[in-house]
């Protein structure tokens, strides 16, 4: 016999679909609340002014000594902002290589399958390439093991002057529901920009707001 539901619980359910469209409706750009936290949102440039992408104003870069723990590889992202607990962070990195913007699909099921190879723990939830800005950006999404609870991940990838920009938005896992659609703003809204003639591409640390 089918299970009856009591209107108590229909109603909780209707509560939680529209929690999640209201979270799911928020722009980045105009501030989202997550567990009852405010952010406001800037864009912000990396790599010698190439590449603008949206970070948190409370966002700071990763103090050294928690970098270490968290990215115990001595090969961790070059640019790591984070949150004032240390749990969701965004993080880039730019890869020399030689690429053009029709290798990112290779590119990402490339770095896709070393993930797999290195832990197959990993749980895969969504992948693809979508046109932003004229460009095309490769993602995954996947559930990762970590030290103290599972983390939500949102890894992309981009061409810049023929080299890998590789970026990633983290999160603990018990709070992907309400990060995942800000996840997938903050990289559909980053913007490449060509490179000065006196200003080349470099993998510096610093970033600047953007002004409008």
């Not at 722009?27 to 970070?55: H, M």
């Not at 800005?133 to 002057?161: C, H, Q, T, W």
């Not at 800000?182 to 913007?191: C, D, E, G, K, L």
């Amino acid at each position: 016999m089918a299970k009856e539901y009591t209107d108590e619980q229909i109603r909780r359910v209707i509560n939680q679909v529209e929690e999640q469209q209201e979270i799911n409706n928020q722009n980045i750009y105009e501030g989202v609340r997550i567990n009852d936290q405010q952010y406001t949102f800037q864009d912000t440039a990396f790599f010698a002014e190439r590449l603008t992408i949206p970070i948190p104003i409370t966002f700071v870069d990763m103090p050294a000594e928690l970098a270490k723990i968290k990215y115990p590889s001595g090969d961790r992202p070059q640019i790591i902002k984070t949150d004032e607990t240390g749990s969701v962070n965004i993080t880039l990195s730019l890869i020399p290589n030689q690429i053009n913007d029709e290798h990112i699909p290779e590119v990402k099921d490339g770095i896709k399958t070393i993930f797999k190879r290195l832990n197959p723990a990993y749980l895969f939830l969504d992948e693809g390439v979508e046109t932003i800005d004229g460009k095309p950006v490769g993602y995954f999404e996947f559930k990762s093991p970590a030290l103290d609870r599972p983390l939500f991940n949102l890894m992309f990838v981009l061409e810049i002057e023929h080299n890998v920009m590789m970026g990633n938005f983290s999160c603990p896992y018990d709070d992907h529901a309400a990060w995942r659609p800000i996840a997938r703003q903050i990289m559909n809204s980053v913007r490449v920009f060509p490179a000065p003639a006196h200003n080349p591409v470099s993998g510096g640390k610093s970033s600047e707001p953007v002004k409008h």
